[in-house]
């Protein structure tokens, strides 16, 4: 027999649940109380790093009814909300979710809305990998330096390739100028 679960979830403490748990009875779905998971956490969270739904799907088995007042409450953008739902299917559970009229995303026509977010999930991603490419482009254009910083000044760089000129051994220049082989090596490898 399938058990029937609600998560509610709000992101302050200045809000309460009890309207999700209104609007899920009001939509004929009758979850006893102890198997209601409310909590308090921001949207920006995860779902599967949030406590309260992470215990959630402890409990959760094959055949279990997920319902939901919005598809928020799975995740914090399209592509979090797919990989719960995801998740959710394949552990066997159906998730309902009341904002899409109550369709069971698990069913052909829940997959079908289901394709539809999985392709703007895929646009958010395209978007972001666009935005961070335009972000490095226009910072190395203005001369920004990336990763780590170097370990050595640039005078110190010159002194290290003189050194190396010189024949002297990697690891006595490392141990003078206080830093590691790789360093050096580093500097001997860009002089080739």
Do not use: W
Not at 9 to 35: C, L
Request: charged share 25%.
């Amino acid at each position: 027999m399938s058990r029937l679960f609600a998560y509610c979830r709000v992101s302050t403490n200045d809000q309460t649940t009890e309207n999700q748990v209104q609007e899920i009875a009001a939509a004929g779905f009758a979850v006893a109380k102890q198997r209601i998971v409310s909590e308090t956490v921001s949207g920006s969270v995860a779902a599967l790093e949030r406590q309260g739904f992470a215990k959630l799907l402890d409990k959760l088995e094959a055949g279990d009814i997920l319902v939901v007042t919005k598809l928020d409450r799975l995740g914090r953008n399209a592509m979090d909300v797919r990989a719960t739902v995801e998740r959710l299917e394949a552990s066997g559970v159906k998730v309902h979710c009341l904002a899409l009229g109550g369709v069971d995303l698990t069913s052909p026509a829940g997959k079908m809305t289901m394709q539809v977010i999985n392709a703007v999930a895929e646009f958010e991603r395209d978007l972001l990998i666009e935005r961070t490419n335009a972000g490095i482009k226009r910072a190395k254009a203005e001369g920004k330096a990336f990763g780590r910083p170097s370990a050595l000044t640039v005078a110190q760089q010159e002194q290290v390739k003189e050194q190396i000129k010189a024949g002297v051994a990697v690891a006595q220049i490392a141990k003078a100028f206080d830093t590691s082989r790789q360093t050096v090596m580093r500097i001997r490898i860009a002089m080739a």
